[in-house]
């Protein structure tokens, strides 16, 4: 099974601050993975697909990179709808699995 | 618009089995699958599999081989998730969601949109 890391576990930030979430696959995945956005009591909500491609209808401010191993989520001004667990999710190969999650917090 | 609209919550009995609807709405049902994911309360999510509407192929997670059968109804346009053996790490939120298909790739793609999610709580 392909291992999903995600870091940091949780982050403090600000209104306004970028803020980056690094997903690391234990094998190569090319740019199969999406990144979710989850809040409490909700499902979640899907923001990227193939690594870098944003779904239409989410704020530009929202941009995903990466292949390989190693991919982001970067959030260029965090505001206050943007309080969530993001969670990434390869679909590269069987079974399909997601991170951990990252929590966004209010510092 | 997109919906999935799952059925209401569950209380089970540990060795009871469970079967979860979830109704999709606004377009054509058989062009794409429907995956089940599930989140146990205060943890991440798990992926359970998934059913292509197109023809029923299914796969599932091995940790649930043998417990799960997830079907799709195109005449109702509705999957249905049944976990058997329930056991009390079994209780989570179970979620569907419609999944895209990538031409030429045996696996299918990422999940949107999801259900509302569907309480399964197992307890004596």
């Known amino acids: 099974d392909i291992q999903m890391t995600q870091s940091p576990s949780t982050l403090s930030a600000s209104v306004g601050d970028s803020v980056t979430i690094t997903c690391r696959a234990s094998?190569?995945?090319?740019?199969?993975l999406a990144w979710y956005q989850q809040k409490p009591g909700k499902a979640p909500k899907l923001l990227i697909y193939k690594a870098s491609s944003l779904e239409s209808g989410v704020p530009s401010r929202f941009s995903g990179s990466g292949s390989g191993t190693e991919f982001t989520l970067t959030i260029s001004s965090l505001q206050p709808d943007d309080f969530a667990t993001y969670y990434c999710?390869?679909?590269?190969?069987?079974?399909?699995?997601f991170g951990g999650g990252t929590k966004v917090e209010i510092k | 618009q997109v919906q999935l609209v799952q059925s209401a919550a569950e209380v089970k009995k540990p060795g009871a089995s469970v079967k979860v609807s979830c109704k999709a709405s606004?377009?054509?049902?058989?062009?794409?699958?429907i995956t089940w994911v599930r989140q146990a309360p205060g943890q991440g999510l798990e992926w359970m599999g998934w059913i292509s509407a197109y023809n029923g192929d299914t796969n599932y997670a091995q940790k649930l081989q043998g417990r799960v059968t997830m079907t799709a109804d195109t005449s109702t346009s509705t999957a249905y998730m049944e976990l058997r053996s329930l056991r009390s790490d079994d209780t989570a939120v179970y979620y569907c969601a419609r999944v895209y298909r990538i031409a030429a790739r045996p696996v299918p793609g990422w999940f949107d949109p999801w259900g509302q999610g569907t309480l399964v709580t197992v307890s004596s």
């Open positions: 606004g377009y054509t049902f058989s062009t794409y699958g």
């Open positions: 094998q190569s995945i090319s740019s199969w």
């Open positions: 999710q390869q679909y590269n190969s069987y079974p399909l699995t």
